[in-house]
Structures are given as structure tokens and as C-alpha cells.
């Protein structure tokens, strides 16, 4: 694939990154082993290569200080990221994806104080799963109004580097229709008062990312805080929002199949038994093929589906379609990988140990498999998606 200079220069970035950051990241998981260890200098090193190395902004506009690459020109650096550490791919994929909700529904003012920041470095996430719900309309944080401001109650947890984000966009249910609650999308910032928060346990994979439980008691926003129309906040999350990155969970899950089929690749031409590779058996190839056959059916599906994303069409349908193949077949890639390198690779000493763990993430990162299908359903039975 033919990709832009500029985008060629960030994955040469990435690249000459990886040493230094695989080098973190094994500090990163012999480190994180409670919950206090997540504020350590070496998760803070991480963000700080992604800021310093301008990987936070390359999809945000030029007109706000972005480097405004296509989904095409930015997925190739997303995969390579994926493929050395999921926190570090969480940062990139949440700085360069939710610029998108203020871009597209902000108002001026709102553009003009946000988006900066965020060329800037400022971190902005995502408020939507609760503890007691789902991830939808049946949410029960509420949003009441009272005069000019709004008044907001409720809880929110796995929500990612919520007590660093200087900005949350935060889903709250202010009223209903014959489908039930309507929800509204409200922008609060760090600090506003009413709003503690506290760290979830440590996660299986993604060391160094963090995901805290948000507590909101009579949180006063103001008018200007809400984010495009009142009682619209899930068609805009939905559509502005997770569609493109359920696709960038797709490409995420496209590095780390890539790279887990190298380093098995590697593994299986060192690895000798009975005098020869084991690269030379007719068992370990069949699997390799398998693994290449799945990462390569992978790549063509978010290949078509960003260039439908940049040629400005819905991609409800086809983001759901990438998502539920990457999440399976990057299960099945890690899964043969962690298998063909044997014992030895279910310890720490090789690389596949954390890669297999770090894309179990992805099941769960912008609804699950049968979210998926769900989407894919309903769109193939009302004649969205046609193939």
C-alpha cells in the first residue's frame, strides 16, 4: 500500500521507537502488580514518547494543529503501535479518534477551546459504560435541567485515563422516546466539582493504561457544555465517534496479529528439535499458513473499509464486520502463536506473553462480538449493508 511521506515519517518514527518502548514496557510488567504502581515514571514515559513524537495527532485537522491524516495514511503507524504495547496503543488510538466528536458537532466556541488542546497533548476520553447497565439506553446516569445549568448524577467505570483526561465526553440519559431513554453527550472537564473518581484493579493485559470508576454527585454543567443536541447523544457517540474506531480496534487487532505471526515465525526457525527447526515440520508450517491465511483476510477487510471511511461514506456495517473478524481472528493468531512457542513462551521471556494478553483487550473495547453482530444484523435486514 502506497502510503503518504508524512505517514511514512511517523512509521519510521514508530520503528526507531521500538526498542525504547519495548524496553518500557517490560519495566511497565514488572512493575504494575497493584493498583498504586499505575501513576509509576514508566507508564508517564510512554505518554511522553506518544507527545513528544507528535503520535497524538495524526488524524486531527491541520486547521487545529494536526498532522490531518486519512484513516489509509494512519493505520499502518496505528498497527505498528499495537504491535509493541496496548497502553501505548490505547493513547494513540483514544487521542486520535475522539477529536472527532467536538470537529463534528462542537460549536465554534467549543472547537476553539478544545481542539487546540488537543493538538497540544491534552487527553480527552470517553464516558459511557456504568456498572449497573449496559453500554445504551438503559443508562442510568441522568442529566436534569435546572434553569441554565444541568445537574448530573450517576456512576461510570472502565472509563480510560479518566483522572488524567482533561476532558470527559460524558453520555448521560436526559429524557425519552418510544425506544426509551434519550441520551445527551455533555463535555466536562477536569476538576468540575461533584465528580471523584477511583482506580479500577489492574487489567489483565494493557499494563500502564489505567480505567477508573467515576462517581458524579450533583454535577453542574453548564448549557454550553452539552455537545451537539440535546436528547441526540447516542446517535452521535454512535455514528461521530465509535464506528471509525470500532474500525481502529479492527487495526489494532490487525498489528498484533502481524506481529505474533513474526515473532512465531522467528521462534519456530530457532527453535530446534531432533537436529532440525521445528520451522521444518509439516504440523508448525500448517499453522503458520493458518495464521498468515486469517492476518491477511484481516488486512484486505480494514484496507476496503478505511478507504470507504475516507471517500466519506457510512461504515456502520463494515466497521462492526472488522471489529467481529478482528477480535476472532486475532484470538486465533495469538492463540497458535503462544502455542507454536511451547512452555516457554507462557512466561515472561518472550514477547507473545504479552501480546496474547494484550489482545484480549480488544473483545471488549467498543462493545463485544455480539454487539457486532447485532450492528451487522440489523443493517444486512434493513438493506444498509449490501455486499
Known amino acids: 500500500m502506497e502510503l503518504s511521506s508524512t505517514a511514512r515519517r511517523y512509521l519510521e518514527i514508530v520503528q526507531g521507537l521500538a526498542p525504547e518502548l519495548e524496553e518500557l514496557s517490560d519495566r511497565v510488567e514488572a512493575e504494575v502488580h497493584d493498583i498504586a504502581a499505575r501513576e509509576d515514571p514508566v507508564s508517564q514515559r510512554i505518554y511522553e514518547l506518544v507527545i513528544g ?164 454527585e450533583d454535577v453542574r454543567l453548564p448549557q454550553d457544555a452539552v455537545l451537539g443536541e440535546v436528547d441526540a447523544g447516542l446517535d452521535l457517540g454512535l455514528r461521530g465517534f465509535l464506528d471509525v474506531s470500532r474500525l481502529g480496534i479492527a487495526g489494532s487487532a490487525l498489528g498484533i496479529a502481524r506481529r505474533s505471526l513474526a515473532l512465531a515465525t522467528e521462534f519456530a526457525r530457532q527453535r530446534v528439535t531432533f537436529g532440525r527447526p521445528i520451522a521444518t515440520r509439516q504440523a508448525v508450517r500448517l499453522a503458520l499458513a493458518e495464521m498468515a491465511s486469517d492476518t491477511y483476510a484481516l488486512q484486505a477487510a480494514v484496507r476496503d473499509a478505511c478507504a470507504r471511511f475516507d471517500r466519506g461514506e457510512s461504515i456502520e456495517g463494515e466497521a462492526a464486520m472488522c471489529k467481529l473478524l478482528g477480535i476472532e481472528i486475532v484470538g486465533r493468531v495469538t492463540d497458535r502463536a503462544l502455542r507454536l512457542h511451547g512452555g516457554i513462551g507462557y512466561t515472561e521471556a518472550h514477547r507473545i506473553e504479552r501480546l496474547y494478553r494484550d489482545a484480549r483487550a480488544l473483545w471488549f473495547e467498543e462493545g463485544t462480538a455480539e454487539i457486532q453482530k447485532l450492528v451487522v444484523g440489523s443493517a444486512v435486514a434493513s438493506g444498509r449493508l449490501t455486499l
Open 53 to 216: 513524537n507528535d503520535l497524538h495527532r495524526l488524524t486531527l485537522p491541520r486547521e487545529w494543529g494536526g498532522q490531518g491524516l486519512s484513516t489509509a495514511d494512519y493505520f499502518p503507524v496505528l498497527e505498528e503501535v499495537a504491535g509493541i504495547n496496548g497502553a501505548l496503543r490505547m493513547v494513540v488510538h483514544g487521542a486520535n479518534g475522539m477529536w472527532r466528536l467536538v470537529d463534528q458537532y462542537g460549536t465554534d466556541a467549543q472547537k476553539q477551546h478544545w481542539l487546540p488542546r488537543m493538538a497540544e497533548g491534552d487527553t480527552v476520553t470517553f464516558g459511557l459504560t456504568e456498572p449497573d447497565n449496559g453500554t445504551g439506553r438503559d443508562i442510568s446516569t441522568s442529566a436534569v435541567r435546572d434553569g441554565d445549568t444541568w445537574i448530573i448524577n450517576g456512576r461510570k467505570w472502565l472509563i480510560s485515563f479518566a483522572t488524567s483526561a482533561k476532558m470527559i465526553h460524558l453520555l448521560a440519559a436526559t429524557g425519552n422516546d418510544e425506544r426509551g431513554r434519550t441520551l445527551t453527550c455533555f463535555l466536562l472537564p477536569q476538576g468540575t466539582p461533584g465528580v471523584t473518581a477511583e482506580p479500577l484493579p489492574p487489567t489483565m493485559g494493557c499494563r500502564g493504561a489505567s480505567h477508573e470508576i467515576l462517581t458524579l
